[in-house]
């Protein structure tokens, strides 16, 4: 057998796992395994500019490819700065493994140089986490941390390996063991559902007079988007998502409601709200989607397909659930409503010229007439710039653009919209699109910003020089924390209280300064053509300023307490 | 109201520190706990006390069984024939003279408790039965004698009937 040490076993592990792109940063209780990863020929190494990021890029290229992401950093301030990277990765059931360098084993507790208790400090916010405790332990435990990491309810898996386990003179048997060999007693998700459950779900769902299926992201996460456009077009069924659910299902079909929930379109949460039937996959009733929960859709009957069983009447009361894969439960499903000879209920006319009616009553809209750019218009603009392209993958940060995103942009295919849902990240959409174009050099990667957000991350205009990762950065800048200060505007008599961005950086010359392109948009006028420019820059990285109204809310929006389709729908409303 | 849950877990590093980590940090209530390993040395027994309505302890054991390291979960009233509950307690007594000793003596023969250290003026008592019998034993001898420490192990509980977490 093949005698390799043990920061050699972590670099073939990954390579033998089929790992192609590590992101991270070294340092000294690391540094063994950057120089095993120097001789890789297979692995390609991206170093970020903060450790955060590194996580924040794997978490994009596992989004974008469904794939597992890796990223590598040192002991200490070095895991200890990835917090809110697995953190969000966590929220929102992204497979991303992250290896962190510790202390030796016989340092451990003594409070050494740069030595924290990296899988205490992460314990809340991991799938799970692996401490190594000797060199023969270190590549079984990575093996384990991709299976749990990609099985299952997805997530983020630590694994800690100190120093000495790393020692590159110590060697001993390697073994390459495929993840189909993998065994945890204690840990094995169930993957297809319950038949008689599958059979009074399907049962249900032709027998309902006004149904809604509700997507959520684990439906992305589970390859279940084929599956899920061909139920819901077969039952004749309308669709609404959560805001991690946003391009399971093509933005612009018919029978798409668009986002549901705190500023979920009014025909979405109108819909929901009188429903007989939500036919919900892999959602998990956020306090963001639900509203009040004693007000929760008063007519339905709840169908909960997740693969996670404590999702399930966590928050909402399910009465037919149904534990497993979206994939496979999907497809049971469908055999189910074939061995049922079922179809679309006839009678759901009626819900559907009901849906239409308040489509045409309450759509979507923002002031068109005002002299200042609205950020909606922003998002329609780039939106119909890249209308009909395959190659275009958008991420956002966190603020008034996501939800404006979510609410506008036009999605025709899954893994292309990628956002902080859970945990409300702000920094992640640039990291993240660097994540994306690492993964994927030929497509078009579009992060959506605010002045606020990016500069949470700005740093990384450095690693995208270093790799060439050309994405296009586009900054809705209103000079202001915009969420929090529409809050301010509506229910704290506009006492803006540290929301103002009165003092930003000259973006366009910061991206000079870092050697890329910077473009400014403060006419309306030059919208269109701006952004068509920066597109056709396809080997720059393009930082376009777009200088947006500071005073637009996003609406709708949820009166806090009420129903879910208690909606203030301009200033006036509240 | 008042629930017993029992849980295999994976008898490694910082098995019990998630499981403890869980109860913290969903804001769970642990009234009392005990672990130890198994016959089975690769896993230890967990014995949690918690209190929490149906609802509640339904999703106690589900987030519970969702932790990787933890290999079965089992809410003891849950169980087909009920559970059995037990606690052991060790009182530490001032038996300044003979007649406290007698006094003693006595509620030890009732109680069916033993005393396991005499010492000139110390007597110590192992007293083994249900928490509502722990009590009570506790408060009756804290009536007669003067009690310098009493140290209560929290419950351990297994399923009536033929009922077993291991198969």
């Known amino acids: 057998m093949e005698k390799l040490n043990g920061s050699a076993q972590v670099i073939r592990t990954l390579e033998d796992l089929g790992v192609t792109e590590i992101f991270g940063y070294p340092g000294a209780a690391i540094v063994d395994i950057y120089d095993e990863l120097y001789s890789s020929k297979k692995i390609h190494h991206s170093l970020v500019r903060h450790e955060q990021a590194a996580v924040h890029m794997a978490d994009g290229y ?228 639900t509203n009040n929960v004693q007000k929760f859709c008063p007519k339905a009957k709840i169908v909960h397909i997740d693969v996670d069983p404590a999702s399930i009447s966590k928050v909402i009361h399910s009465d037919i659930p149904i ?16 061995e049922l000879k079922l179809s679309a209920n006839p009678e759901l006319d009626s819900w559907w010229e009901s849906i239409e009616q308040s489509r045409r009553e309450r759509p979507l809209t923002y002031n068109k007439n005002s002299k200042n750019i609205q950020p909606e218009e922003v998002i329609e603009a780039i939106s119909n710039a890249v209308l009909g392209r395959d190659d275009v993958y958008v991420t956002t940060d966190v603020g008034q653009h996501q939800i404006f995103t979510a609410q506008y942009f036009k999605f025709a295919h899954p893994r292309h919209f990628l956002t902080s849902g859970g ?25 959506i910003t605010g002045d606020g957000s990016f500069q949470m991350n ?50 366009v010359k910061l991206a000079d300064a870092f050697g890329h392109k910077g473009l400014r948009v403060t006419e309306k006028k030059d919208l269109e053509e701006t952004i068509n420019k920066a597109l056709s820059l396809k080997d720059d990285l393009v930082i376009v300023d777009i200088r947006t109204d500071t005073d637009e809310i996003v609406f709708p929006w949820q009166r806090s307490g009420g129903s879910i389709e208690d909606q203030m729908f301009s200033k006036e409303d509240a | 109201m008042r629930r017993v849950i029992s849980i295999l877990i994976e ?66 009233d849950e169980e087909a024939e009920g559970g059995l509950e037990r606690e052991l307690v060790l009182l530490k007594i001032a038996t300044p003279n003979r007649n406290v000793r007698d006094e003693i003596k ?28 722990a009590d009570n034993f506790v408060s009756t001898v804290c009536k007669s004698a003067e009690v310098m420490e009493v140290v209560r192990s929290g419950v351990l509980g297994i399923a009536r009937g033929s009922h077993s977490m291991h198969n």
């Open chain 1, 323 to 338: 534990v497993g894969d979206a994939k496979a439960v999907l497809n049971q499903v469908l055999d189910a409503l074939d």
């Open chain 2, 106 to 133: 006595s509620l030890a023969d009732i109680f069916a408790a033993r005393i396991v250290d005499v010492n000139p003026e110390i007597y110590t008592l192992q007293f083994a039965g249900s928490s509502t019998e």
């Open chain 1, 62 to 289: 596992a989004r974008a490819t469904g794939k597992v992401g890796v990223a590598l950093v040192t002991s200490g301030p070095g895991a200890t700065n990835t917090v809110t990277a697995i953190a969000t990765a966590y929220m929102d059931s992204i497979p991303v493994v992250l290896i962190t360098g510790q202390v030796s084993t016989n340092l451990i507790g003594s409070d050494a140089f740069q030595e924290v208790d990296t899988v205490g400090v992460t314990r809340p916010v991991v799938k799970h986490s692996f401490l190594c405790k000797k060199p023969e332990d270190v590549a079984d435990f990575i093996r384990k941390a991709f299976y749990i990491a990609s099985t299952g309810r997805k997530g983020p898996v630590v694994v800690d390996i100190p120093k000495n386990c790393q020692n590159p003179r110590y060697f001993f048997d390697y073994e390459n063991i495929p993840l189909s060999e993998i065994h945890l007693r204690s840990y094995n998700p169930t993957v297809l559902g319950h038949k008689g459950q599958v059979k009074r779900a399907a049962t249900e769902l032709a027998k309902a007079k006004c149904p809604v299926l509700l997507v959520g992201g684990g439906v992305i996460q589970a390859d279940a988007c084929g599956e899920l456009q061909t139920l819901a077009r077969r039952m004749n069924l309308p669709v609404c998502s959560t805001l991690m659910g946003i391009s399971a299902y093509p933005s612009d079909d018919r029978q798409f409601l668009g986002l549901v929930g705190l500023h979920g379109l009014y025909t979405a949460n109108h819909a929901m709200h009188n429903c007989d039937l939500l036919f919900t996959v892999a959602v998990r009733f956020d306090d963001r989607v």
């Open chain 2, 11 to 76: 008898n490694e590093a910082g098995s019990l520190s998630r499981v403890v980590g869980l109860f913290s940090q969903r804001g769970y209530n642990i009234e009392s706990l005990t672990v130890a390993p198994t016959d089975d040395a690769t896993l230890s027994r967990c014995t949690i006390l918690t209190d929490g309505d149906k609802m509640e302890v339904e999703q106690i054991t589900k987030q519970l069984h969702k932790l990787v390291c933890v290999y079965r979960v089992s809410a003891l």
């Open chain 1, 458 to 507: 700005m740093q990384e205009l450095s690693t995208c020089k270093q790799y060439h990762l050309p994405v296009k950065i586009f900054i809705l800048d209103n000079h202001a924390l915009g969420m929090v200060r529409q809050f301010q505007t509506v229910f704290y008599k506009e006492r803006y209280s540290a929301t103002c961005l009165d003092d930003n950086p000259d973006f």
């Open chain 1, 423 to 447: 945990l409300g990240t702000m920094g992640f959409g640039f990291p993240a699109a660097a994540g994306v174009k690492s993964a994927l050099p030929q497509a078009c990667v579009i992060c």
